[in-house]
């Protein structure tokens, strides 16, 4: 039976802290939902009622161009070990790059990761727990290193030109916000 809180409490920050990926969901007003799984031990805690997760370049940007639109976003985990659990968190989220204030002050509190292209920063307006009965247990090997040395082998300006290539614009054509200045 579905739970909802305020806030995390130290059972759910305990259950968050030990799993391996985590998912992402935002929505523009009109336009595709987008759904993306995370991981690499990008995300931290702030507060019970914030979190933090610093997103790598990848092939896509759907989330900025979203939460520049629209800031609502839900992470989701689910217990794929262990005892049973799927928690949500909904809130409202900003985007914040490397050229904006507030970068260095998230930065610090979060993994150094090649290919460092935005922090998220959501404020959580509610949490809910619900039972993961149906969710499949699974082992955990390892985690994946290709896209760190993907980013690891390119110089910044590299970077910047996949960035301008293929970060700028999601796939309904909205503006992600990235800066693409060299």
Same mark, same amino acid.
């Given at each position: 039976?579905?739970?909802?809180?305020?806030?995390?409490?130290?059972?759910?920050?305990?259950?968050? @802290?030990?799993?391996?990926?985590?998912?992402?969901?935002? =929505?523009? =007003?009109?336009?595709?939902?987008?759904? &993306?799984?995370?991981?690499?031990?990008?995300?931290?805690?702030?507060?019970?009622?914030?979190?933090?997760?610093?997103?790598?370049?990848? &092939?896509?940007?759907?989330? #900025?161009?979203?939460?520049?639109?629209?800031?609502?976003?839900?992470?989701?985990?689910?217990?794929? @070990?262990?005892?049973?659990?799927?928690?949500?968190?909904?809130?409202?989220?900003?985007?914040?790059?490397? &050229?904006?204030?507030?970068?260095?002050?998230?930065?610090?509190?979060?993994?150094?990761?090649?290919?460092?292209?935005?922090?998220?920063?959501?404020?959580?307006?509610?949490?809910?727990?619900?039972?993961?009965?149906?969710?499949?247990?699974? @082992?955990f090997r390892a985690e994946r290193d290709?896209?760190?040395?993907? #980013?690891?082998?390119? &110089?910044? #300006?590299a970077l910047t030109d996949y960035w =301008?290539?293929?970060?700028?614009?999601?796939?309904?054509?909205?503006?992600?916000?990235?800066?693409?200045?060299?």
């Amino acid at each position: 039976m579905a739970k909802q809180f305020h806030q995390l409490n130290d059972r759910l920050i305990d259950f968050i @802290d030990r799993q391996h990926i985590f998912f992402v969901s935002t =929505a523009p =007003a009109d336009g595709r939902v987008n759904c &993306s799984p995370k991981g690499m031990q990008s995300l931290n805690i702030l507060s019970p009622t914030r979190i933090a997760w610093l997103n790598v370049t990848g &092939s896509g940007n759907e989330t #900025a161009a979203h939460v520049l639109e629209n800031s609502r976003m839900t992470i989701m985990w689910c217990a794929l @070990d262990g005892p049973p659990l799927i928690l949500r968190a909904y809130g409202r989220a900003k985007v914040v790059h490397p &050229s904006d204030p507030e970068w260095t002050a998230l930065a610090e509190q979060l993994p150094k990761l090649p290919g460092a292209r935005q922090i998220f920063d959501l404020d959580i307006e509610m949490v809910q727990t619900s039972c993961g009965m149906a969710v499949p247990l699974m @082992d955990f090997r390892a985690e994946r290193d290709l896209l760190n040395q993907w #980013a690891g082998k390119k &110089s910044k #300006a590299a970077l910047t030109d996949y960035w =301008a290539e293929k970060n700028t614009r999601s796939i309904d054509g909205l503006e992600t916000g990235i800066n693409v200045v060299k």
